[in-house]
């Protein structure tokens, strides 16, 4: 029987839901419970607006035919679920493709600046992937336009208050309360193993606080930096994800790790051109001469080899993501056809991206976010000379397991608790954190959409959820929520005495340059079993290594060594995840290559990798899950939702491949010749 109030426990306190989280999955996530009027605690590390989100760039994604090229949203999830080399369920992709044209428009009235046509109707542009514009944008700045406006939503209900059943105000109780520079530690279960909460540390003071929420949302963002440099924030340390999976969430797909073709190379970090410079125009090329030597502005068109548009003349520069990044890995790795530096006589590992053949003031309007990023970290002024760029870390396809209820139509049922749920109930999961919506490769703009549309799913799914709950985690024994802050209490001070007294200690930074290291090497755009083995053998090795760290700070306040050898701790767990998932999978498939396993096995991998975690350096991948929630028991196996686009053979090569069958016809090419002129 549910609780007698929603909104008080019986102890008389306003029950709350946590979200860790404040980029655009989390913060939709909070707008959506606060309709539901559900009172939030919203947990977040950085400070919510310099979330990762505000990184993005080039745009989201949504079918809204504007140009009148025969777009809808059955192409785009005919679209997604083909890019995805048919890994993602597709319900999910239904739902979200359904929805985006409603999301933009909704964003457009909460006051997004979108980019205009001259006639003032949003424009869109195109993105990887597919042969329409799709993509909405509000300049190359998308991600902070978009954070920005949910953060005023959010703002708003920080300043109202809680409503008892009756619509009167409770005083002193705001809808929102947000807790910046927290980081979450665990999940808090109780002895049925729910989630009645979750244990956080204050990163100034180093408190360490419990949360009793009546469920817990993780909307916490990639993992990235176990690569070590990415285009992620380095933030960006899957910890939290690696907390849970450690408590017993599945983690999905972990393997599935996207390269992104375009990023700036440098030592700290690798700063992302945006695809969207390829879908206004910019193309990629290397010299035909791999000894060419001149300045590429002097290089004539016939001496070029735009080897994305010779390989694949209907997509051309704008392939999806994984081929993108194998054709510009073998041209500079395979065919050492990569830039000469005519200091050294090398040819480095990179490629053009050039946009110099465009109008310089269409340039300022559409992308000057990005061309200003590259101005200022690589010193050469893109508007003239072409761009020098190569693949990099962005985004992981994989996180945490989420279920999912279908209704009649093959779309998610609104409101069903199964939706974002993990495996354990009362812990939901959005945004990058998850591993639906994506398959085996990420379509440029779908991320944003995922996590506007997940956080819009997750609301209504969390507020289910909590009305049918007995009893709030607040009438539980106190002394659960104790415990678990004993025991992180006990590992922080660990972490702090360890190795206090010994010389020959290890550094966390350096042992996590040592994985980053090995991981971008190794695991990422083609993959070998016998270096995986290796992989995995240095990973033995830095979990041997990691127990000799002595923490590199002893400050009693904003302790930031002691956060980092955490994260790295837990950046350890999911490294393994991702290397032994990706030796088990032997096959290819989206962004998971191995040459000796050229094609895609649907026979025997046409399932979602589930991991679990089963004591330090061992991760078990099982075929079945199964959990209850509200009572109900819920069995899940590994077998992918294929009913709504079936699964065919990719082809990049021919135009069209992935969205004839849903249109029947392809949109008008001239668009694109009139982007190359
Ligand atoms: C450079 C770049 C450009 C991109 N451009 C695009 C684009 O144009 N279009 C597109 O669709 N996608 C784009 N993406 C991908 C997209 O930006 C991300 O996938 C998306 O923003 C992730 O949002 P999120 O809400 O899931 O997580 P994030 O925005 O990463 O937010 C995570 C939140 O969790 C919090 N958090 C994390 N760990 C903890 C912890 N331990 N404790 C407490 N809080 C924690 C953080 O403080 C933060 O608030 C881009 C990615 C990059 C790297």
Known sequence: MAAKSTIYSEGGKVRRVVVVGGGLAGLMTVIKLCEAKVPVDLLSLVPVKRSHSVCAQGGINASVNTKGEGDSPQVHLEETAYGGDFLADQPPIKGMAEAAPGIV??????????????????????????????????????????????????????????????????????????????DFLSAVLDDSGTCVGCVAQDMKTMQIKSFPADAVVLATGGNGIIFGRATLSVICTGTAAASVYQQGACYANGEFIQVHPTAIPGADKLRLISESARGEGGRVWVPKDKKDARHPREIPEKDRDYFLERMYPGYGNLVPRDIASRAIFKTCFHEGRGILNSKTGKNENEVYLDLTHKDESFLRSKLAGILEIYEKFAGTDPYKNPMKVFPAVHYSMGGLWVDYEKDARGSLKTGSPRNHSTNIAGLYAVGESDFAYHGANRLGANSLLSCIYGGMATGPSVATYRKNLEKSALDLPRS??????????????????????????????????????????????????????????????????????????????????????????????????????????????????????????????????????????????????????????????????????????????????????????????????????
């Not at 939503?153 to 208050?161: G, I, K, L, N, P």
């Open 105 to 182: 428009f909704m964003l457009d009235r909460m006051g997004v600046p979108f980019n205009r046509t001259p006639e003032g109707l949003l424009d869109f542009r195109r993105f990887g992937g597919t042969l329409f514009h799709r993509t909405a944008f509000a300049g190359a700045t998308t991600g902070q336009q978009l954070l920005y406006a949910l953060d005023e939503q959010v703002r708003r209900f920080e300043t109202m208050d809680v409503t008892d059943e009756h619509g009167v105000a409770i005083p002193g109780e705001k809808l929102v309360r947000k807790f910046e520079f927290w």
């Open 480 to 677: 659960i929520f104790e415990k678990a802050e004993k025991r992180e209490q006990e590992k922080y001070e660990g972490i702090l005495k360890m190795n206090q007294d010994k010389s020959n200690t290890e550094n966390p930074y350096r042992l996590h340059q040592e994985l980053g290291d090995t991981m971008l090497r190794d695991c990422t755009i083609e993959r070998d079993n016998k270096t995986l083995d290796k992989v995995l053998e240095k990973i033995t090795e830095l979990d041997e290594r990691a127990k000799n760290i002595k923490c590199p700070d002893d400050s009693p306040r904003t302790n930031q060594g002691a956060q980092f050898t955490r994260h790295f701790q837990n950046m350890l767990v999911l490294a393994r995840v991702v290397a032994q998932g990706a030796r088990n999978r032997d096959e290819s498939r989206g962004a998971h290559y191995k040459p000796a396993f050229e094609k895609r096995n649907d026979a025997d991998w046409m399932r979602t990798t589930l991991a679990m975690h089963k004591g330090v350096g061992k991760v078990e991948y099982v075929r079945q899950l199964s959990y209850t929630i509200g009572g109900k028991s819920i069995e899940r196996t590994d077998a992918v939702d294929v009913s709504l686009v079936a699964p065919r053979e990719r082809k990049y090569e021919q135009a069209g491949a992935a969205s004839a069958a849903a249109t029947g016809k392809l949109p008008d090419n001239k668009t694109q010749d009139a982007q190359k002129a």
